[in-house]
């Protein structure tokens, strides 16, 4: 998720695109067929047009859709073991893509402190907002972290890599665990200093700096998404077609 | 030289929050780099949950050494969940995940979080979180294929699905996960007691 | 008002940092500087003030520390939080959002402030701590001062009463020690109550009202500025403490008439991400040289060391060694860094271990001999964690002179340092460049520069400058490049 701001575009609830996520995950698990999850995606790459992502759900598209003809394929002419295999994968894939590609576009137009808000509106305990919001702060330390252990390993003749494993196990394994792991220590121990000291332990409910609100496009948006689960549902039932 | 004062008292602190938060973060990233690779791969897909539970270890009994509370681990789980599930996972993959922290962190309990053997057995019934969504896919292929051959299901597909070969399958996907957490989680006792108890980072 | 009653303190299992007998009123609007030797206990004084102790850290605690008469030990950490705003060391390890605008307002949310009154306030900070230029950006791209800034900016909304700093000055940079200043010299005018812990005194001699010398524990000297001031140099460097004045601060090693050159850069231009960072370098360093590094930050400094080291790929020209090209991987070889943050580069579970980590046929008399010479042989059991942040650099150290690495680089070795572990670095460089090892250091540290390096190079706008020698002659070019001013300006 990024800290800046997104000037274009549309702008919707942290909780709005929440909601997406979760109608997106029953729409591909009922999804009639193939043609319904395609729609799916375009349906998806519609709402991250609108959020001026044009080259993410072109590509999002277009891939989708060279794996959709894989698809077909695959079953029309594979057999045996290899066919159940890739069943059991593509069915991962299929299920998992339209997911994905909203949750990219979720993940890129969502600031930490909104979806920290978001959780604050709809009252989740601050047992699960602390630990949370330090996951998400914590991600980015990682990879400086890395950076210089990588640079502490070559410098020590350890090489880095998959082949630096393979030749020196225990080696490679203390030098990647153990300062990573120091040093989170350490971040525990000072972050919670700096937290306490600003007052995080106060009982009452934080406010929040960042105000999120549903407004008429986050309703238009979630009820589009709604309509066409039970779309499926109808379709999946008989009702119609 | 940071330990706290109220450490004795039950509820988990700021500083429980903290830590758990910043584990969680590496172990999330650490078992995505395990599981990355597995996951994209048609024909090592099961091993998934086994590339996901091989670099965790260390850092999930550090997290118990630290903390060595109730609740954290069902925290962690809760976490890994809402993440997996916005990142677009599968839905079982993240229920799954959450479901196993729970089992996990009471399994942690019954030897007050200080247990080793217990700490390693919930680190690798933790690790078989990753295995919920091909738990869905076993017990219903057809509704897994559906999506992808309509409504009409073939034969073929459910006889190949009965065949004893997928049996296997499961079975591996199961040995080759608990073997491999079983592992990361002897390196990680290794390791706890080598270095991060000497270097008095434990609680 | 702040009050320590006969205070005794002493940390669970530790022996350093503890307190015994301390009396000490502050009223306020006093500006109160704490000084004296690591592990005297000056930033357990601050940790008394702003209840870290007794409801963080462990320990023993004897007497009674009030707040405007109420006992700090018994009002709950949130309420403290309130009148009492703490800014760190590590500006990296305290900051709770991704985000600048958020840290700013963590504070005023945990206090549960409605919304509009929120952006009111933060609006409010940015305006008097001048930091537009910091609003809504992600706060993994700042640099380590103004990373500081907004942990400044994120109390300083919160509008405490007292204000805490505990060596904020560690990781800072010239430009932003003056920055800081200025905040400080702000909430002094604003009637603020300031207690500081630090071991840079320079920067605070115009705005502390008391000093306070400490010296295991207790207090054994109560300074008004003016008294510090005419402390003799031999007597301030006897109490372990740090000039009070970069004006009196001179290069003390003769120049020494150039050596052969063992390494020389020819053209080297170093790009990251594609982008130019630095270009046509040239640069001859001989044996036994000890060359400091400066610049802004982002002129290239970290590119160039990890350059130098062989880390950094994309570079184009020549780097000589002994007249012949050597190649990235061979520089890999010769060099060692040593970190601002050691830890990273510490790998084994004891300082022995340690010392042969990833040697195949660890030679036991050489490792033993650096030990000693090093003064680390009683640690040689002891987890490097466990040391304190002088001794883990020696053990970096150790580690280069066992490999036999001939080109060193050391990134800021004296951040957080008080004067009597500057000095032994400094000495551990002069012994390193006896035997003839090639020292870069990047360094803001003038007092540090004037005490090892022989030169200095400039880095700015991707270009070098200048190449300065550590001499008399040079000295207002020096200052210049340091940013030391008489203090008065600005």
């Known amino acids: 998720?990024?800290?800046?701001?997104?000037?274009?575009?549309?702008?919707?609830?942290?909780?709005?695109?929440?909601?997406?996520?979760?109608?997106?995950?029953?729409?591909?698990?009922?999804?009639?067929?193939?043609?319904?999850?395609?729609?799916?995606?375009?349906?998806?790459?519609?709402?991250?047009?609108?959020?001026?992502?044009?080259?993410?759900?072109?590509?999002?598209?277009?891939?989708?859709?060279?794996?959709?003809?894989?698809?077909?394929?695959?079953?029309?002419?594979?057999?045996?073991?290899?066919?159940?295999?890739?069943?059991?994968?593509?069915?991962?894939?299929?299920?998992?893509?339209?997911?994905?590609?909203?949750?990219?576009?979720?993940?890129?137009?969502?600031?930490?402190?909104?979806?920290?808000?978001?959780?604050?509106?709809?009252?989740?305990?601050?047992?699960?907002?602390?630990?949370?919001?330090?996951?998400?702060?914590?991600?980015?330390?990682?990879?400086?972290?890395?950076?210089?252990?990588?640079?502490?390993?070559?410098?020590?003749?350890?090489?880095?890599?998959?082949?630096?494993?393979?030749?020196?196990?225990?080696?490679?394994?203390?030098?990647?665990?153990?300062?990573?792991?120091?040093?989170?220590s350490k971040a525990a121990d000072d972050l919670s200093v700096a937290s306490v000291t600003r007052g995080i332990e106060n009982p009452n409910p934080r406010t929040c700096l960042v105000q999120i609100k549903c407004g008429i496009s986050d309703w238009g948006v979630m009820a589009v998404a709604v309509a066409y689960l039970i779309f499926e549902l109808c379709v999946r039932g008989g009702v119609i077609g | 030289m940071s330990n706290q004062v109220n450490s004795m008292n039950k509820g988990l602190?700021?500083?429980?929050?903290?830590?758990?938060?910043?584990?969680?973060?590496?172990?999330?990233?650490?078992v995505l780099v395990g599981g990355v690779f597995f996951a994209t791969n048609p024909v090592l897909t099961f091993f998934m949950p086994a590339g996901g539970g091989l670099l965790a270890g260390p850092i999930y009994l550090l997290l118990i050494a630290k903390v060595h509370k109730r609740w954290s681990l069902s925290i962690m789980g809760v976490i890994m969940g809402i993440i997996w599930f916005v990142t677009g996972m599968h839905w079982a993959f993240a229920l799954g995940y959450l479901i196993m922290a729970i089992v996990a962190d009471?399994?942690?309990?019954?030897?007050?979080?200080?247990?080793?053997?217990?700490?390693?057995?919930?680190?690798?019934?933790?690790?078989?979180?990753?295995?919920?969504?091909y738990i869905v896919f076993f017990a219903d292929p057809n509704g897994w294929a559906q999506t992808m051959l309509g409504n009409g299901t073939e034969q073929s597909y459910i006889d190949t699905m009965q065949a004893t070969a997928n049996t296997g399958i499961l079975i591996a996907m199961f040995a080759a996960a608990i073997i491999t957490s079983a592992i990361s989680a002897f390196v990680g006792c290794k390791m706890l007691k080598k270095q991060f108890e000497k270097a008095g980072i434990t609680a | 008002?702040?009050?320590?009653?006969?205070?005794?303190?002493?940390?669970?299992?530790?022996?350093?940092?503890?307190?015994?007998?301390?009396?000490?009123?502050?009223?306020?609007?006093?500006?109160?500087?704490?000084?004296?030797?690591?592990?005297?206990?000056?930033?357990?004084?601050?940790?008394?003030?702003?209840?870290?102790?007794?409801?963080?850290?462990?320990?023993?605690?004897?007497?009674?520390?009030?707040?405007?008469?109420?006992?700090?030990?018994?009002?709950?950490?949130?309420?403290?939080?309130?009148?009492?705003?703490?800014?760190?060391?590590n500006p990296r390890t305290q900051f709770f959002n991704v985000d600048t605008d958020s840290e700013i307002a963590f504070g005023i949310e945990n206090e549960a402030r409605p919304p509009e009154k929120l952006a009111e306030r933060v609006e409010q900070t940015t305006e008097d701590l001048h930091i537009q230029k910091l609003r809504n950006r992600n706060i993994f791209e700042l640099s380590g001062g103004e990373k500081q800034k907004i942990a400044f900016a994120s109390v300083y909304a919160m509008n405490p009463h007292i204000y805490l700093l505990d060596e904020p000055s560690s990781n800072l940079d010239m430009t932003s020690i003056q920055e800081l200043k200025e905040h400080l010299r702000l909430i002094k005018k604003q009637g603020k109550t300031v207690l500081i812990a630090e071991h840079r005194l320079y920067y605070l001699m115009e705005l502390a009202d008391r000093i306070v010398y400490l010296e295991k524990g207790e207090i054994k000297g109560i300074y008004t500025p003016e008294e510090f001031w005419q402390l003799s140099e031999p007597d301030r460097e006897h109490m372990g403490l740090r000039a009070v004045d970069l004006q009196a601060v001179f290069p003390q090693k003769a120049h020494l008439p150039a050596p052969t050159p063992v390494l020389e850069l020819r053209n080297v231009?170093?790009?990251?991400?594609?982008?130019?960072?630095?270009?046509?370098?040239?640069?001859?360093?001989?044996?036994?040289?000890?060359?400091?590094?400066?610049?802004?930050?982002?002129?290239?400094?970290?590119?160039?060391?990890?350059?130098?080291?062989?880390?950094?790929?994309?570079?184009?020209?020549?780097?000589?060694?002994?007249?012949?090209?050597?190649?990235?991987?061979?520089?890999?070889?010769?060099?060692?860094?040593?970190?601002?943050?050691?830890?990273?580069?510490?790998?084994?579970?004891?300082?022995?271990?340690?010392?042969?980590?990833?040697?195949?046929?660890?030679?036991?008399?050489?490792?033993?001999a650096t030990l000693e010479e090093l003064g680390l042989t009683q640690y040689r059991e002891r987890h490097p964690n466990t040391l304190s942040g002088g001794q883990k650099q020696r053990v970096a150290v150790a580690v280069s002179m066992i490999c036999g690495k001939d080109l060193l680089v050391f990134d800021e070795p004296t951040s957080g340092l008080d004067f009597d572990s500057m000095t032994q670095v400094a000495g551990l460089i002069r012994r390193l460049s006896n035997m003839g090892k090639v020292i870069f250091i990047v360094t803001h540290d003038f007092e540090f520069v004037c005490r090892t390096c022989s030169r200095v190079l400039h880095f700015d706008e991707g270009e070098m400058p200048d190449d300065v020698p550590v001499t008399m002659d040079a000295l207002p070019k020096l200052r210049e490049l340091f940013s030391v001013s008489d203090g008065k300006e600005r």
């Open chain 1, 1 to 184: 998720m990024s800290g800046n701001r997104h000037k274009k575009g549309l702008w919707l609830d942290p909780r709005a695109k929440l909601f997406l996520i979760l109608m997106c995950v029953l729409s591909s698990m009922f999804a009639p067929s193939l043609a319904y999850q395609f729609v799916l995606v375009m349906l998806i790459a519609v709402l991250g047009a609108f959020f001026g992502k044009w080259k993410y759900v072109i590509k999002a598209v277009c891939f989708y859709a060279v794996i959709c003809a894989l698809t077909v394929w695959i079953m029309a002419e594979m057999t045996g073991t290899l066919r159940t295999m890739f069943i059991a994968f593509l069915g991962l894939f299929h299920k998992v893509y339209a997911c994905g590609t909203l949750a990219g576009i979720v993940l890129t137009t969502t600031k930490v402190n909104e979806f920290l808000s978001a959780m604050n509106r709809v009252h989740a305990p601050k047992k699960l907002v602390i630990p949370m919001a330090v996951m998400l702060r914590y991600i980015p330390t990682i990879q400086e972290d890395w950076r210089y252990i990588t640079d502490a390993m070559r410098m020590r003749d350890v090489s880095p890599s998959l082949a630096g494993f393979l030749t020196h196990p225990g080696m490679t394994v203390e030098c990647i665990y153990v300062p990573l792991l120091m040093a989170a």
């Open chain 2, 13 to 30: 602190t700021v500083k429980d929050l903290v830590t758990t938060g910043i584990f969680t973060a590496l172990l999330f990233v650490f």
């Open chain 2, 106 to 133: 009471f399994v942690a309990g019954a030897g007050q979080y200080k247990s080793k053997k217990l700490n390693s057995l919930s680190y690798v019934l933790f690790s078989l979180g990753g295995t919920g969504s």
């Open chain 3, 1 to 89: 008002m702040i009050e320590f009653e006969n205070v005794s303190f002493s940390y669970t299992g530790q022996e350093h940092g503890g307190l015994r007998d301390i009396n000490l009123k502050i009223s306020d609007g006093e500006f109160v500087l704490f000084c004296g030797r690591s592990g005297c206990g000056k930033t357990t004084i601050t940790r008394l003030v702003n209840g870290l102790i007794p409801q963080f850290y462990q320990g023993e605690l004897h007497g009674r520390v009030l707040v405007d008469g109420q006992e700090i030990s018994n009002i709950p950490m949130y309420q403290i939080a309130a009148k009492v705003g703490s800014v760190f060391q």
């Open chain 3, 269 to 368: 231009t170093l790009r990251y991400k594609k982008q130019t960072i630095l270009h046509d370098i040239e640069l001859s360093a001989g044996k036994g040289e000890v060359i400091g590094v400066v610049g802004h930050n982002g002129a290239g400094k970290t590119t160039f060391s990890r350059a130098l080291c062989g880390l950094h790929k994309d570079c184009d020209g020549q780097f000589l060694w002994e007249s012949e090209p050597i190649e990235r991987k061979e520089r890999l070889k010769r060099s060692y860094m040593v970190m601002q943050d050691v830890n990273y580069e510490l790998f084994a579970d004891s300082v022995e271990a340690e010392c042969s980590f990833g040697i195949r046929n660890p030679d036991q008399t050489l490792v033993n």
